[in-house]
């Protein structure tokens, strides 16, 4: 026996990890005795949570868990105002998330709505290697109309994804990307109250267009998590004191993406490899996602309030942004928009203070089906926000499951305009501030 087999059965107590190359592993009778009976949600797992997502139904066929994802165009909603025709699964993209229990016998029926061919590789999963899904290596590709059936026991726990495996910058670019989770069957680390899953994403959708432009290699300008740019996320909710669990997956085409979340220091506790030993675990507050990885943080949420999570690329949270603009910081426009507007009527030059000016609310006009740069409506004036941009919602008390709406601030906790007489009080000059010390030299 090699390492491989020993480490899956210590994996999964009680269920035998079939051999690369025995009848088990390529589906045949002895598989169905190896693997363990379903994982029901509350019995075996907390089921997790997607923000704007949905979650691929399955149904017990003798013990085994039968899926069926359809490959196919979807309309689909980015944010209020910009829609695109994408390709994805089930009416959705992304793809609905699969959700299983280490043990557990899978069996994936996959079939093609598209036009063009595709397959599915199930990323990070550990499989026989004929299930796994790269077109012509290891199966023929999926033709339009054809449905194919992958089956495998699933014999470890963690967070993974699926992907199409077939002209990859294309069908990826349009959508074809979902996220796999799998829970442990002995619980692993402390229990959580909330599970989330987050899959990041990059598309190039030219205002105006319709469809994602698979060509592009470096200029994105729609940057979403589950498929959504801010203002168009759904913020994730939890109470206070709640031990929070977040997956994130990346399949984007060509970058990677620090997400960091304001308030709270955590811990990567998951790699797409696995759980990393309590010993090996570091603080953060961001966490970078390489693209074709998973990574997994951990906290306890006990500060109350409406905390920002974003990936810390400050050009991906941006929306339809073009990057070829000219510099106008601190350009003085004087009688140029005079002399422009006989030519361009409603002409005005902008962007001289940057970009926070061009959200929806400063009635900046758009093209049709695009959105603004930035902006989402706070609670206290425009949020200059856009892309991978969402919200975690941290409430000592919640009614129901949803959007609790705005955190109201204890008196005296948020940042105020400074009266006179606390200006006064603290000696500050506001005409005449102190000048700065050297940092580089010995004081005193
Ligand atoms: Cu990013």
Redesign the pocket.
């Known amino acids: 026996m090699h390492g491989r087999d020993a480490r899956a059965q210590s994996d999964v107590p009680g269920a035998k990890a079939p051999r690369e190359n025995s009848a088990a592993a390529t589906g045949g009778r002895s598989a169905r005795q190896t693997h363990l009976p379903p994982g029901r949600a509350g019995r075996d797992y907390l089921p997790i949570v997607i923000p704007n997502g949905t979650k691929l139904p399955w149904k017990d066929v003798g013990g085994v868990k039968v899926f069926h994802l359809v490959a196919q165009e979807v309309e689909h909603e980015f944010a209020p105002g910009l829609k695109a025709t994408c390709w994805g699964y089930n009416g959705q993209v992304h793809g609905p998330t699969i959700e299983v229990v280490e043990g557990d016998r899978v069996r994936f029926y996959v079939t093609n709505r598209l036009p063009a061919h595709t397959t599915v590789h199930w990323h990070g999963i550990l499989l026989p290697n004929g299930m796994d899904g790269v077109g012509g290596l290891n199966q023929k590709a999926i033709a339009p109309g054809e449905t194919y059936r992958y089956e495998f026991t699933v014999r470890q726990s963690g967070t993974g994804m699926y992907h199409s495996h077939h002209d990859e910058m294309t069908q990826m670019a349009l959508g074809m990307v979902g996220m796999f989770v799998i829970h442990p069957r002995k619980p692993v680390g402390p229990r959580v109250d909330r599970d989330f899953a987050i899959m990041l994403h990059e598309w190039r959708i030219d205002p105006g267009t319709n469809r994602p432009d698979p060509n592009e290699m470096t200029d994105f300008n729609i940057?979403t998590m589950n498929a959504k740019a801010f203002p168009g996320t759904e913020p994730l909710v939890v109470r206070q004191g709640e031990r929070v669990r977040i997956r994130f997956g990346n399949l984007s085409a060509m970058?990677h993406?620090p997400i960091h979340l304001h308030g709270y220091q955590f811990r990567i506790t998951e790699t797409d490899g696995g759980r990393i030993p309590d010993s090996a675990q570091w603080p953060e507050t961001t966490v970078l996602v390489p693209t074709g990885s998973t990574r997994t943080i951990e906290f306890v949420a006990d500060e109350p309030g409406d905390w920002a999570m974003h990936?810390h690329?400050t050009h991906?949270v941006m929306n339809q942004m073009g990057h070829d603009l000219p510099n106008l910081i601190g350009v003085k426009p004087g009688g140029l928009d005079a002399k422009v507007r006989p030519l361009l009527p409603g002409y005005m030059t902008m962007g001289q203070t940057g970009m926070g000016d061009m959200g929806g609310m400063h009635h900046m006009p758009v093209p049709s089906n695009s959105i603004a740069m930035v902006g989402g409506k706070g609670p206290y004036d425009e949020i200059t926000m856009g892309g991978?941009f969402t919200l975690l919602k941290v409430r000592a008390r919640l009614d129901g499951e949803g959007d609790p709406g705005w955190y109201t601030l204890p008196p005296g906790t948020q940042a105020q305009l400074a009266q006179e007489d606390e200006l006064r009080r603290d000696g500050i000059d506001v005409e005449a501030p102190p000048a700065a010390e050297p940092g580089g030299a010995r004081r005193g």
């Open positions: 940057l970058d993406h990936c690329m991906h991978m």
